[in-house]
């Protein structure tokens, strides 16, 4: 058993992460497309935005977790010095790349789960394009923060 | 033509908003910070791009969801970030895995509610029987 946790120097992460991060993520867009539809239609918008929080917030913390223990957020570390990475979701070489969020998940899987069912991915184009430029702008805003004071 | 920039718009917000809510929490209150990011940002983000509909989805169009914000936001936040030597390429690894399981997941769920008895509605046939 020990191979799992032997990281493979080409992608960073540990085979027993390559499993981990893709049950991961398809657990997360199972609940999304079962459970949110439903709920939007039995109890409204308001339940809707109750449930979400719920839902995103207990899988976020199977998912992601705080790469340290206890409130403060330090980093763990592990015999061999690397972060260690309390969820399921692991990031591969970490800190190395930019961030990978649950989020691709519910965004891909959602999108490939509609054309599945007969949804036409011709039409969504312009949406998709539109919502990925948005997605850019909003992280690049966000990065701009760390420009705001002199180094 | 104003569908599209809203589109944008409600994406850059969830993108926005994500990134610079959640981090900050999670660094203040550990996990349960991480748990109540996601009820301040995913409930009142769902409510603008879903409910009111500021992401247009076309009728019979694939959905797109505000999570295509957060997903591309954060690989933008990291690349242009100051204090963070990134290169995308270290990303792609979970990214690929990340899209397999999103897909595997997905069509899954799709699957189940097109097949499982739980999730077929009710036909008169089936109503007219059971009285």
Not at chain 1, 47 to 63: D, P, R, Y
Not at chain 2, 49 to 73: L, Q, R, T
């Amino acid at each position: 058993m020990d191979f799992l946790g032997t990281p493979i120097e080409a992608i960073g992460m540990t085979p027993a992460a390559v499993i981990t991060t893709f049950f991961g993520m398809a657990i997360f867009v199972f609940v999304v497309s079962i459970c949110w539809g439903k709920l939007v239609e039995d109890f409204g918008p308001a339940g809707g935005m109750m449930a979400s929080g719920v839902i995103v917030g207990s899988i976020w913390v199977m998912n992601h977790a705080l790469p340290g223990v206890g409130v403060g957020g330090e980093f763990a570390t592990d015999a061999a010095e690397n972060v260690i990475q309390h969820g399921l979701i692991q990031q591969s070489f970490i800190f190395g790349g930019p961030w990978i969020d649950m989020g691709w998940a519910a965004a891909v899987g959602l999108w490939v789960g509609s054309i599945y069912a007969g949804a036409s991915w011709k039409k969504s184009i312009p949406s998709l394009v539109a919502a990925i430029i948005g997605g850019a702008l909003g992280g690049a805003l966000v990065g701009l923060v760390s420009y705001t004071y002199a180094v | 033509m104003i569908k599209h920039v809203s589109t944008t718009i409600g994406a850059a917000i969830i993108g926005a908003m994500g990134f610079a809510i959640w981090p900050v929490l999670w660094q203040t209150f550990g996990v349960m910070g991480g748990y109540l990011a996601s009820v301040l940002v995913v409930t009142v983000m769902f409510y603008m791009n879903h409910w009111c509909g500021i992401m247009h989805n076309e009728e019979g169009a694939a959905w797109v969801d505000m999570a295509w914000g957060i997903a591309i936001a954060g690989i933008t936040w990291g690349l242009v970030k100051r204090d963070m030597d990134v290169n995308f390429a270290k990303c792609l690894p979970t990214l690929v895995i990340a899209i397999c399981g999103g897909i595997a997941g997905g069509i899954m769920g799709e699957a189940i509610k097109k097949h499982h008895p739980a999730f077929q509605k009710p036909t008169d046939e089936t109503t007219k029987e059971a009285e």
